[in-house]
């Protein structure tokens, strides 16, 4: 089971945070970003952007307080390009998974995440591909850049969900992670994040050191899918997470799963 986290934060959690996690946070961001945006200049591959990336995800992961565990590791190791998809609990889901996928990928995120400072800077110079997801043509539009990147050998990240979790439970998906691997027909890996949530939900500045899990499923392979599949791909995917966070102990309402899966088993 995971550990909820308290409701209210402990006065002592919430001093660390404002004192000194949240100052860290925000020193390494902007001394990542900046020392990233110059590299920018003379690395047109994206690598040294991206080791940065993962230098910057680490110390917020360890900023935190909260101990990260990978499981089935063995399955971010793919041969080709794959597009891995992870249900969305936190603002810390990214620092957890670019401390954690061990190759270079390219993340589809909100256009809005381009306007922030430094981070923003980093996804524009560093190749990210940005979606406007009020823009049905846009996000054609940027899809399309997400196949080409795959077809190229570049992976790709996606939240499926489009926006974090309000209450740590799995949100409905939309069909951009599917649509991608069916295009470039290659594999989607289904990520659970455990923990994240609690770690720092939606709508809070105050870290709680939940223990953490990002586990690996195994590739789900979409060799003579087409089109007509996108939603029935999707909903294997989330069907997929769901699963892996129930065998990682990381159901918020155990009791509840457990009455819903017996009223499917019964129908």
């Known amino acids: 089971m995971i550990l909820h986290r308290p409701n209210p934060l402990p006065l002592l959690r919430r001093l660390m945070s404002n004192l000194v996690q949240a100052p860290f946070f925000g020193v390494a961001t902007a001394a990542c970003g900046s020392v990233s945006l110059l590299v920018s200049l003379v690395d047109k591959s994206g690598r040294a952007q991206h080791r940065i990336a993962q230098t910057w995800a680490r110390l ?10 990978v499981v089935g ?9 794959v597009v891995y998809a ?25 256009i809005e995440l381009w306007r922030v400072p430094f981070i923003g800077w980093y996804l524009s110079r560093s190749g990210q591909i ?9 996000t054609v539009s940027s899809l399309s850049v ?20 309000p209450d740590g439970e799995v949100q409905p998906f939309m ?20 923990g994240v949530y609690d770690l720092l939900p939606i709508h809070t500045h105050h870290f709680y050191p939940a223990p953490m899990k990002l586990v690996a499923g195994k590739a789900i392979s979409t060799v003579g899918r ?24 990381g159901e918020r309402n155990p009791a509840k799963d457990a009455g819903a899966r017996e009223m499917v088993a019964q129908g």
């Open 226 to 249: 087409t089109m007509r599949d996108v939603d029935a791909l999707t909903a294997e995917l989330k069907d997929a997470i769901e699963q892996l966070i129930r065998e990682n102990g």
């Open 146 to 165: 997400g196949v080409k990147a795959l077809k190229a050998g570049m992976p790709i990240f996606v939240f499926p969900e489009g926006g974090r979790t």
């Open 86 to 110: 992870a249900n969305h609990t936190s603002y810390m889901d990214t620092p957890v998974v670019f401390s954690s996928l061990p190759n270079q990928f390219r993340i589809l995120a909100k």
């Open 130 to 138: 940005p979606i406007d997801t009020a823009n049905p043509r846009a």
């Open 60 to 69: 917020a992961v360890w900023a935190s307080g909260a101990r990260l565990t």
């Open 73 to 81: 590791a063995e399955h971010l190791h793919a041969a080709g390009p």
């Open 175 to 194: 069909n951009g992670a599917t649509f991608l691997a069916i295009r470039a027909q290659v594999p989607l890996v289904p990520l659970a994040l455990i």
